[in-house]
């Protein structure tokens, strides 16, 4: 008897991701189409290398940032990596880069042998510092990393200012600025070369995956060599003088997976809604803290428009509600029903790998051996001050009616409570 053929059937779609505030945020950020899109990619095994998922992604990034080249990478730590191989960035090099970010942003450099020169971020903006940035400039530094934290934009116009002076390239992390704009223009897209995450919780999320852009040919080229072995044949390197390295490059491999890409191309149809309605909800709440004793909202830099809003800080002013301390308010916060918290991510310059030195090839080699000083504490006095003073807010991505105000009524309250104490 011949034996009955399986029909093939999609599962049903169950959600796992979560809303900050569910009642309050109907978001859900992966939705039944990704799914069904990653099946049928799985089906057509569109799994490997620069598929027409893959390519097609990559055509709509230039689009949007309006630049000439731009790859995927299997995260924002390899797009990273990338673009500092891309500049020339190696062994003796400094790359100078805030406190104030992710690890991510300048991991990369320590394995191209390049020294981190930590800056402050300016205590009113909590951004990159370009006057701190040049302080620290020498001979030797060979990049600078503008990050564009928590979906605000940096002063662009005084780093470029500073690059054009020095020489020095500019490399965007806009990991968690997805669409955000300056003076009109995609973030990534002014500096000599951009780079982003779409890890799980970005903006535009591939699960695991990132992306690189630039208009020079020379940063592309080498981005490709040194990760995209067996992609480049053909079409991704642009300058005749590296074609002999094809199809092979420099044999590393950071490339995307397909089906990460196909979940992102998704998500990126959906960004311009996202980025509305999250920055609907923000600037509701940021312009009901004039009703709120004791919380600032952190201003913008002109000519900005904020985009992928990955967090949503605001200032704790103590002095405003009897001095209470940070830890009191988001205390009261919580108590409030508001899931605030404290800065969510430790200041590099304070991390033992950094503070303290690692010896990377043994032997006492490597940029964080021999003579590195290291950091202490109090060695970037602007960005600790500015980072205890930080209270981060809920994001929320779908709001129900009225939960901005809601979230400012409670943040009322908190503050009333803490003054009581
Ligand atoms: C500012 C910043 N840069 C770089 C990265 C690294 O991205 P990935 O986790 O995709 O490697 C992240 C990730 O969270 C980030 O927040």
Redesign the pocket.
């Known amino acids: 008897m011949a034996e009955e053929k399986r029909q093939p059937e999609i599962p049903e779609f169950v959600q796992t991701a979560r809303a900050q505030i569910e009642e309050l945020d109907r978001w859900q950020q992966i939705t039944e189409e990704e799914a069904r899109l990653a099946y049928e990619m799985a089906l057509r095994n569109e799994l490997s290398g620069g598929t027409p998922t893959v390519r097609q992604f990559e055509q709509r990034w230039r689009e949007l940032t309006g630049l000439k080249y731009a790859i995927t990478t299997v995260?924002?730590?390899?797009a990273?990596f990338s673009a500092l191989f891309g500049v020339g960035v190696g062994p003796g090099d400094e790359v100078i880069c805030p406190t104030f970010?992710?690890i991510?942003?300048i991991a990369p450099a320590i394995f191209l042998g390049a020294r981190p020169v930590f800056c402050e971020s300016d205590p009113r903006t909590m951004l990159i510092d370009p006057e701190d940035v040049r302080r620290r400039i020498t001979p030797r530094t060979k990049a600078i990393i503008a990050?564009h934290?928590w979906g605000w934009v940096c002063d662009m116009d005084a780093l470029m200012e500073i690059s054009r002076e020095t020489g020095i390239p500019i490399i965007e992390?806009c990991?968690?600025a997805h669409g955000a704009t300056y003076k009109g223009r995609w973030v990534g897209s002014i500096g000599q070369v951009g780079?982003w995450?779409?890890?799980g919780t970005?903006p535009v999320s591939a699960g695991?995956?990132?992306v690189l852009a630039t208009n020079d040919p020379e940063i592309f080229d080498r981005a490709c060599l040194v990760g995209q072995v067996n992609r480049i044949a053909g079409v991704d390197l642009v300058q005749e003088k590296y074609r002999y390295l094809q199809p092979l490059g420099l044999g590393m491999k950071f490339r995307a997976h397909p089906v990460a890409i196909g979940i992102a191309s998704i998500q990126l149809e959906k960004l311009a809604q996202l980025n509305a309605r999250r920055g609907a909800y923000v600037e509701a709440v940021e312009q009901g803290l004039a009703e709120v004793p004791g919380l600032e909202p952190i201003p913008t830099i002109p000519g900005s428009q904020r985009g992928g809003y990955?967090g949503f800080p605001v200032r704790y002013v103590a002095e405003e509600v009897g001095g209470a301390s940070l830890e009191k308010m988001v205390e009261a916060i919580n108590r409030a029903g508001v899931p605030a918290t404290t800065c969510p991510y430790p200041l590099l310059h304070t991390l033992p790998l950094f503070a303290e030195g690692f010896d990377l090839y043994t032997g006492n080699r490597g940029p964080l051996a021999g003579d590195y000083a290291g950091y202490k504490k109090g060695d970037l006095p602007a960005t600790e001050k500015l980072v205890s003073e930080l209270i981060f807010l809920p994001v929320l991505s779908d709001p129900i009616p009225g939960a901005a105000e809601l979230i400012v009524k409670s943040l009322r309250e908190a503050a009333e409570l803490v003054r009581k104490l």
């Open positions: 995260n924002g730590t390899s990273i970010t992710w991510g942003s990050v934290l992390d990991s968690h780079c995450s779409l890890q970005k695991e995956g990132g990955y």
